[in-house]
């Protein structure tokens, strides 16, 4: 390669200064870059308004072309479905004949347990979504595990929700804008969930490692073995997951501490549910003038 | 088929090629808004690799600041900490600055080994600063790096073939 031109500009005194005035700069930025990092570092919600009102208009070119590539990903499989239309038509007529047996009898094992439920007035507390979004993006190039979910504070998506898919647990919103917010994904080196085995009970966390797995370690006094195939889900402890949503499912043998497996896989999603944190912040308390006089002074 | 320019005829508009290498480097950063959703990271710097093809084979095209706002804009889009890029990425053209200097004639390998130091340096500490040190991404990291390491003549490529209108002309 030729050297540049720039290294020595000649003898004209306006490009010498320009040249100079560009290292200046260039110095001065690096020095605001490195004190920008050391805040992000410390205080990683510092530019969250950035981002996000970045991430508005990066959203909508995400999601279209996701929708792009959804429609071409479904023309193969149209195509085959509509080759083998004949065969699968049989083969479901037949299933459907086989089935109505077991059908019959588990609508009226259904009846019997709405009717046993009723009975004893068992009351299920039904966590309401928030709202059903997709994940358009994700920060496939960084070390984070951070996804961009098509929905915002516009439709109720609020800081600390949790997200699910229909597997099981995907993560947390960490940052909203006004129509998409930054999901922290379980994977992600900093997510921390509490869960418990569905076996037994015993409690444990489940970190992220950063490399799509999770290290599940046991908060347990005593020593606790974990055997592949255990299964944890969300055990409702710090009040930001509701209890029993799937989380991880061990995969080696280990103690105290072993690698699983998170039920979602986020990159075969296809929509994912923000749902309302466990045991909200309480409201902040009411003023005394605000309160009714109802209540009467305690003599 | 381009038309001969005479020697009589007024100059093509050369106002909108200033803008390629940005554009080109921004276009390279905005990759990670492909819908994908990666449990490791897979996808290489494209933007680090094609500010760094425009730098090492057309160093007059960016100033010595530029990496300063697409940096800015590669930390909005990226996910890691906002100020990284910025300032790792002046660092490495300071880095080749200086490499300009004692190296003056260089060929292309030389070249492709600068881009290899510089991203190297770049996603290292970028892992460094956005992730704990006890995360298990190093062994996914040392991919990504020679992927984009192999990725750069492909950028360099690129950014040649953006650039050669300007040569014509």
């Known amino acids: 390669m030729a050297p540049p031109r720039t290294r020595r500009p000649g003898f004209s005194r306006r490009a010498q200064y320009s040249l100079f005035l560009g290292y200046v700069i260039a110095v001065a930025g690096s020095l605001v870059a490195a004190v920008l990092l ?92 928030v709202v059903a979004a997709r994940l358009v993006s994700s920060s496939a190039s960084s070390t984070r595990r951070f996804a961009v979910l098509n929905a915002g504070s ?48 015993m409690p444990a966390l489940a970190t992220g490692r950063g490399d799509g ?87 | 088929m381009r038309a001969v320019r005479g020697p009589f005829d007024e100059a093509p508009d050369r106002s909108f090629a200033r803008f390629v290498p940005t554009l080109s480097v921004m276009a390279g950063s905005a990759l990670t808004l492909w819908p994908l959703i990666a449990s490791v990271q897979i996808l290489p710097p494209f933007g680090l690799l094609m500010l760094l093809g425009w730098r090492l084979t057309r160093s007059e095209s960016l100033r010595v600041w530029a990496p300063l706002p697409l940096g ?16 790792f990425w002046t660092l490495c053209f300071f880095m080749i600055d200086l490499i300009d200097q004692r190296v003056v004639y260089r060929t292309f390998w030389q070249d492709w080994l600068v881009a290899a130091g510089s991203i190297g340096f770049c996603l290292i500490l970028g892992r460094l600063v956005a992730t704990p040190i006890d995360a298990h991404v190093d062994t996914v990291l040392l991919l990504q790096i020679a992927i984009s390491v192999l990725l750069f003549p492909l950028a360099a490529r690129l950014c040649a073939m953006l650039a050669g209108d300007e040569e014509e002309a």
């Open chain 2, 72 to 87: 800015l804009f590669d930390d909005l889009v990226s996910g890691q900490p906002l100020g990284s890029a910025m300032l």
């Open chain 1, 154 to 201: 516009w439709q109720g998506v609020a800081q600390g929700q949790p997200v699910r898919g229909p597997e099981g647990l995907i993560g947390r919103v960490l940052e909203t804008g006004p129509n998409s917010a930054r999901v922290l994904l379980l994977t992600d080196p900093e997510s921390v969930v509490p869960v418990r085995r569905t076996r037994d009970g």
């Open chain 1, 38 to 129: 050391a805040l992000s570092t410390l205080d990683p919600p510092a530019f969250a308004t950035l981002r996000a009102s970045v991430g508005e208009v990066t959203t909508p070119v995400s999601s279209g072309v996701s929708g792009v590539g959804r429609w071409f990903g479904s023309i193969p499989g149209g195509i085959g479905d509509y080759l083998a239309v004949r065969d699968q038509n049989a083969a479901l007529r037949k299933q459907l004949a086989d089935q109505h047996a077991l059908f019959m009898r588990a609508r009226s094992l259904s009846y019997d347990n709405h009717r046993l439920l009723a009975l004893l007035r068992v009351r299920e507390r039904i966590a309401e979504p």
């Open chain 1, 213 to 299: 797995l999770l290290d599940v370690k046991s908060v347990a006094f005593a020593t606790t073995d974990f055997g592949p195939g255990d299964v944890f889900v969300t055990s409702g402890i710090g009040g930001i997951y509701s209890p029993n949503v799937p989380v991880a499912r061990i995969i080696r043998r280990g103690r105290d501490a072993a690698i699983g497996r998170s039920f979602a896989q986020p990159d075969t999603v296809d929509y994912a549910l923000v749902q309302r944190a466990f045991l909200p912040p309480p409201p902040p308390t009411p003023t005394s003038s605000a309160t009714p006089p109802a209540s009467k002074p305690a003599p």
